[in-house]
């Protein structure tokens, strides 16, 4: 007997399948975790801002996860959590870089900077975030510490950037209120501020 294949039989037998398939998958890494020798540091020497922290660090955490949770700094938004709007900007070693996308455990070695650390140790404004107060850039400002670091880093490399140059190293950075020209009026100011 050939039973007809209905829309309950096959919904049925997705669910098994993919239950089956996870529960293989699991079985799967678990062996290999448990076969593997490699031992993961846990207490991590990163350095944020000028300084040397310590912090415990899981294997699979985020950058921005270890900054905003586990060290306070808050400056950085997470908000897409997966490389594409660049709310979460931060430079290592003056580059720019979405925190979201990248596991603590493999910058070890390279400098952070994160919103927080450009101001100068009297507190005043770096010539970035002096600008973009001046041209009035952010709006709902959810996206302006990701702008202010894609600035700081482009100004750093290029210190006399044209607005062509100025809006592709913000092109990384999304802006829900659209204020994108005053984003880039205000990178042009600071370059005038360096100059």
Request: glycine share 8%.
């Amino acid at each position: 007997m050939n039973p007809k294949l209905s829309r309950r039989r096959f919904i049925k037998g997705v669910i098994y399948s993919s239950a089956a398939a996870s529960a293989g998958a699991g079985y799967y890494l678990a062996t290999a975790q448990v076969n593997s020798n490699a031992v993961v540091e846990r207490l991590l020497s990163l350095h944020i801002n000028g300084q040397t922290r310590l912090v415990d660090v899981a294997p699979t955490e985020t950058l921005a996860f270890t900054l905003r949770n586990k060290l306070g700094l808050t400056g950085l938004k997470v908000a897409c959590n997966r490389g594409e709007c660049g709310a979460c900007t931060v430079l290592l070693d003056n580059i720019s870089n979405y925190s979201c996308s990248l596991l603590t455990h493999t910058i070890k070695q390279r400098a952070i900077t994160t919103v927080e650390g450009l101001r100068s140790v009297d507190g005043r404004l770096s010539a970035v975030q002096q600008a973009f107060i001046e041209e009035l850039a952010p709006q709902c400002g959810f996206c302006t510490p990701g702008q202010v670091m894609a600035a700081t880093a482009l100004l750093r490399a290029n210190s006399n950037p044209s607005r062509e140059e100025a809006r592709q190293a913000l092109a990384g950075n999304l802006c829900r209120c659209g204020a994108y020209d005053h984003y880039l009026n205000g990178v042009m100011r600071a370059a005038e501020l360096l100059s």
